[in-house]
């Protein structure tokens, strides 16, 4: 499967802590993006970082990526209640046509 | 929220009949797709649509057929609905750019159960 691979699957964190999660692909990639879901809702895309760069910043979310390694993390900085989500990796290749290839996830409770 | 919307938002449907899927975009971006998500494999693409009556085929397409007769409709059909297509269903759309589609943006999904 091409599908990216998360971890943890699932983390509980206190408010005000910080939250790092992991995203790692099998493929050569165009971009990696990072989307936010909800209970019972649709995926809300966060950030877009290109294959050419290793760091990006949006407010609280710090996305880096490491080609060599294929891998991706994302690090929310002093988490709130309201970040509790699942949060997806999602790769778009033109490997095989170009597609986005999201992992599984990875379920996030901030505890207040 | 970007302008998307998906109908019917909750379905319950028989072995073996046939279903139909809408979705509708207000934003008139390129691109449309077609993903199910169940638990343990996040979202996988069944089908998606570069342009008016040009689709091709993703991940897990078996079962599964589109249309794409007008830019802000995509529908998915399900010729014959089988228990392994209980799911939930989501749209979304994107921008083409210069070199493909980049961030999506999707729709609130659909809850369809076979039984």
């Known amino acids: 499967s091409q599908q990216g691979e998360e971890d943890p699957q699932a983390l509980s964190i206190q408010e005000g802590e910080n939250a790092t999660m992991n995203c790692s692909y099998k493929t050569s990639i165009n971009n990696l993006q990072w989307y936010r879901q909800n209970s019972g809702r649709g995926l809300v895309h966060l950030i877009l970082i290109r294959s050419n760069e290793r760091e990006k910043h949006s407010g609280r979310l710090r996305v880096t990526l490491d080609t060599s390694k294929k891998s991706s993390s994302l690090l929310i900085t002093a988490s709130r209640a309201a970040d509790t989500a699942s949060y997806f990796c999602a790769f778009f290749t033109y490997t095989g046509g170009f597609k986005t290839i999201f992992g599984a996830g990875t379920r996030l409770f901030v505890k207040a | 929220d970007a302008g998307i919307t998906q109908s019917p938002r909750h379905k319950v449907t028989e072995t073996g009949t046939p279903v139909t899927l809408r979705c509708h975009q207000t934003?008139?971006?390129?691109?449309m797709y077609w993903y199910r998500q169940d638990p343990g494999h996040g979202l996988r693409l069944i089908h998606y649509?570069?342009?008016?009556?040009?689709?091709d085929k993703g991940e897990v397409s078996d079962g599964y057929s589109v249309s794409r007769s007008k830019t802000e409709d995509f529908l998915l059909t399900l010729e014959s609905a089988t228990s392994s297509q209980t799911s939930v269903y989501f749209c979304a759309i994107s921008e083409g750019r210069d070199r493909g589609p980049y961030e999506q943006y999707f729709g609130p999904g659909t809850r369809l159960t076979v039984t």
């Open positions: 649509s570069y342009g008016v009556k040009d689709t």
């Open positions: 934003e008139n971006h390129r691109y």
